[in-house]
Structure formats: structure tokens, C-alpha cells
């Protein structure tokens, strides 16, 4: 909900065929936000379609050839700066993580709106788990926002910042500022993802060491060891629920396009340099054949060479050690891996 004399709340979101999800991230975020910019990578699912339905939404082209946040996060940044005159106040937000109904009425929201220039935002992400009644809570604020005074964003290739953070920035913790995430309730796509960014970790070489993909990438998906159970909040969704939203239907896929990444590195780079990943209690035969009946493009005419089942095994029990004793390192340390990312 815009406010004159606030500064302008622009919304940065990569797209990359976010359909399942998208009209409701839209729903929600153009009634929070000024302006959102979509930098979408070649969405083939009416994605751009229905971005086109939101007058407060523009949309840039991200035509990089593979894969690179920093290079995404600048050229939302850039957009947004060449767009939104100043004073503006940057959200880095994916399309499946929705701010709570609740949040723009909040204590936090006002104190975001008044922070001075070169203040970066954190937020509690709270994960849905399963069903959209109960979420898992993990006592982590994101840095997620930015009030804009025109510093460069400093990334990474895979799981960098999203929002410019100087060394010397002052950080204000928006407790009562909840973001919702979905990626959890659609499992099939979650599972597809976590694989597709194992293969993609592989190929770019920003995890080279197979154990600590796997760990990473679990991809029997019980992360409930993670955080903390608990039941969701009506007010998270309700004032949504009472403008028309629907905040709760998942839709479901065959195949997400992941698994078309994934079929593709295998076209490349042959299987035999992903036996080591987390990918093959999946069947991608049957993901190959749906894949040709469908009609795809770049599809792999030949059976795909599988795993074998006893290194399938073996690194599963590896893998089940491996776990368990970063776990024990994790209690005796305190700290926690990142999930869900």
C-alpha cells in the first residue's frame, strides 16, 4: 500500500517460468509495492503473460546464456534505479515468497519506510511446510531490502545477496515483517529444483565436493530437522484472503522445467559426471519419455545411461554418514546449514 511521502517501494524478482505461482505473488506484492520489476530468463509458461495483467509491473529480458544471480540482481538493480527516481527502498523478493498480510500494518513497516539511505532490511522467512496451516520457523532475518543510496551490489554466482551491503551498513531487523514461502508446499517442484541446482553446482564448480552437494541438496526433502514446527498465523493470510486472493491452492507439474536443465546437461556432458549427485532416485526415463511426447526441443533420443544402482548405494550410505557427522559438528558448534535456499 503506497504512501506519498515515503520513499517508493520497488520489488526485484527473477523469473524463469513461475506461473504455478506467480498471479498470486503478483496479487499480493503490487498492493505493497510502488513498482515491481520482473527480470525474466526466457519464461515459456505465459509467465510474461500474466506479468503483463499488472499495470505496476515492468518487465526486463534477462538474456544471459546460463545461470548468474549477480548478474540478475545487477540488472534489476539497474532497472530499478533507471525507473524509480529517488528516494526509493529496494525488496529482493522471489516469486514464491509472499509478504504476510499483516506486514504492511506492522511497526516494522513503518520503521522500514523511515530508515535512512543505505540501510539494508532483514526479514524473517517463514516456510511453509507441507500445508499452508503449518510452516517451519527458523529465527534467521534475511537480508533481503535496501534503502537506496546507489552502492554497487557485490554478488555471487549461486546463492549470493541479493540487495547492495556494505561493509559499514546499518541493519534494522523488521521482526513483525514475515515473508511467506511456498517452496515447500510444491514438492515435486522443490525435489526438481534441489537436483537442478545440485547438476548446476557440479557444472559451474561452485561446490566441487560431491558430499557437501549432496548434503545441501537432500533430496528426500524432511527438513524437519531444520527449524521448528509450528502452526501457521491467520492473520499471515487473511487480509489477503478477504481482497480475493487465493492463498492457499498449490497446482501441481509433471515435470518442472528443471528437469528439462537437467536433461539437457546430460545431452552435454554425458551422465557419468553426475553419479556422484543427489538425482537418481528419480526416474528419468519416464521424465525422458514425457519429455518427447510433448514435443520438447534438445530432448535425448537415447535411453539415459543411469547411475549404476550399487554406486547409487554406496553413496547413499556415505552420504548418511557424511550427514550425521556435520550434524554432530553442527551441535557441538551451534550453527546450522542453510536450506531452502
Not at 5 to 32: D, K, M, Q, S
Not at 77 to 101: G, I, K, N, S
Not at 157 to 184: Q, S, T
Amino acid at each position: 500500500m503506497p504512501s506519498a511521502g515515503h520513499p517508493a517501494i520497488v520489488v526485484l524478482t527473477p523469473v524463469r517460468n513461475e506461473a504455478w505461482i506467480l498471479e498470486r505473488f503478483l496479487a499480493v506484492t503490487t498492493r505493497c509495492a510502488d513498482q515491481v520489476i520482473v527480470a525474466d530468463q526466457g519464461s515459456t509458461d505465459g509467465s510474461r503473460a500474466i506479468c503483463a495483467r499488472f499495470p505496476a509491473v515492468t518487465v526486463v529480458p534477462n538474456d544471459h546464456p546460463g545461470f548468474d544471480e549477480a548478474h540478475r540482481q545487477r540488472l534489476l538493480l539497474e532497472a530499478a534505479r533507471a525507473r524509480v527516481p529517488p528516494p526509493r527502498l529496494l525488496l529482493a523478493l522471489d516469486a514464491d515468497e509472499l509478504l504476510a498480510a499483516d506486514a504492511p500494518h506492522g511497526a516494522g513497516w513503518r520503521a522500514m519506510l523511515a530508515s535512512p539511505p543505505g540501510t539494508v532490511l532483514c526479514l524473517e522467512r517463514v516456510d511453509l511446510y507441507l500445508t499452508t496451516d503449518r510452516c517451519m520457523r527458523h529465527d534467521r532475518w534475511r537480508p533481503l531490502g535496501y534503502v537506496d543510496d546507489g552502492a554497487a551490489h557485490q554478488g555471487r554466482a549461486i546463492h549470493g545477496g541479493r540487495v547492495p551491503f556494505p561493509p559499514d551498513a546499518p541493519r534494522l531487523l523488521l521482526n513483525d515483517v514475515k515473508l511467506l514461502h511456498y517452496a515447500a508446499l510444491a514438492s515435486t517442484r522443490l525435489a526438481a529444483r534441489l537436483r537442478w541446482y545440485s547438476v548446476l553446482e557440479n557444472l559451474l564448480g561452485t561446490c566441487p565436493h560431491a558430499f557437501k552437494r549432496r548434503l545441501r541438496y537432500l533430496n528426500h526433502l524432511d527438513f524437519t530437522g531444520e527449524g521448528r514446527i509450528e502452526p501457521s498465523r491467520p492473520e499471515w493470510f487473511r487480509g489477503w484472503e478477504q481482497q480475493g486472493i487465493d492463498m492457499h491452492t498449490i497446482p501441481g507439474a509433471a515435470y518442472p522445467w528443471f528437469d528439462g536443465g537437467i536433461r539437457g546437461a546430460f545431452t552435454r556432458h554425458g551422465t557419468g559426471r553426475f553419479w556422484l549427485d543427489d538425482i537418481w532416485r528419480f526416474d528419468w526415463e519416464a521424465c525422458r519419455g514425457w519429455a518427447l511426447a510433448q514435443g520438447y526441443d534438445g530432448v535425448p533420443q537415447r535411453p539415459i545411461r543411469p547411475c549404476p544402482e550399487a554406486l547409487v548405494f554406496i553413496m547413499r550410505v556415505l552420504g548418511w554418514l557424511h550427514r550425521h557427522e556435520v550434524r554432530l559438528r553442527q551441535r557441538i558448534s551451534g550453527r546450522r546449514s542453510r536450506r531452502f535456499e
